[in-house]
């Protein structure tokens, strides 16, 4: 069975502050997807990353930065410098690599920036 | 914007009641996925239509049905609603509904039953 661990609910930091959500997985199959969602205050659920278990290359993508580690089956994400607008919950998710295309979420961690 | 609307935004309605959702997937996908997120479930896969058929179920409720339309806007019915069925329902879509796709969401649709 598929599980995504977000252990931590909520993370409170200052504007200009570097953050990390971490996201811990479980899967018995060798190919998967790793993906990270956000949620902001809105409600709409935004793709930010999708992520094949073959590339451990890092990824940035401005402020944005995404860890996997395949050894310790994590795929950590770093927001460099938070801004107020980054405040949002932020989902984990990992769908296997063949059959049907089923997401499974993490509990999803809340990031609130304050000014 | 994902291109993927959904309506009504918001609804509200009574235990026993039905209701139906509507989504129309962005330009040029064939796949349709539903799913709920409450507050004790979290986010839950409910199902997925390609291109008019039904591909896959997860943990969807045997009083709620889908549809998937040739024109590939989708319908999800819920009925003898209950107050636990409360929740936001979002609907995403997919170019192929492979595992390599990535699938975009819609909006929402905030359901309360009360």
């Known amino acids: 069975a598929q599980k995504v661990t977000q252990a931590q609910t909520e993370i409170s930091v200052v504007e200009k502050e570097d953050v990390t959500l971490d996201c811990v997985y479980e899967t018995r199959d060798t190919t998967y997807y790793l993906f990270w969602y956000k949620q902001p205050p809105s409600g709409e659920l935004v793709f930010l990353i999708r992520r094949n278990s073959f590339d451990e290359q890092n990824e940035i993508s401005g402020r944005y930065s995404w860890n996997f580690q395949k050894s310790t089956s994590s795929f950590n994400f770093t927001i460099t410098a938070s801004q107020v607008v980054d405040s949002a919950v932020y989902f984990c998710?990992?769908?296997?690599?063949?059959?049907?295309?089923?997401?499974?979420f993490g509990t999803g961690t809340r990031l609130l920036v304050s000014p | 914007d994902s291109g993927v609307t959904q309506t009504p935004k918001h609804l509200i309605t009574a235990t026993g009641q039905r209701v139906t959702l509507r989504c129309s997937p962005r330009?040029?996908?064939?796949?349709v996925y539903w799913y709920q997120q409450s507050l004790d479930q979290g986010l839950q896969f409910l199902i997925q239509?390609?291109?008019?058929?039904?591909?896959a179920k997860g943990n969807i409720l045997e009083r709620f049905s889908a549809q998937q339309f040739p024109d590939l806007h989708s319908e999800l019915n819920l009925s003898s609603l209950e107050l636990g069925d409360s929740a936001l329902y979002f609907c995403?879509?997919?170019?192929?509904?492979?595992?390599?796709?990535?699938?975009?969401f819609g909006p929402g649709t905030r359901l309360t039953v009360l």
């Open positions: 330009s040029g996908d064939l796949s």
């Open positions: 239509y390609y291109n008019g058929e039904e591909r």
């Open positions: 995403a879509s997919s170019p192929h509904g492979e595992t390599t796709d990535t699938q975009y």
């Open positions: 998710a990992l769908s296997k690599e063949t059959g049907f295309q089923k997401l499974v």
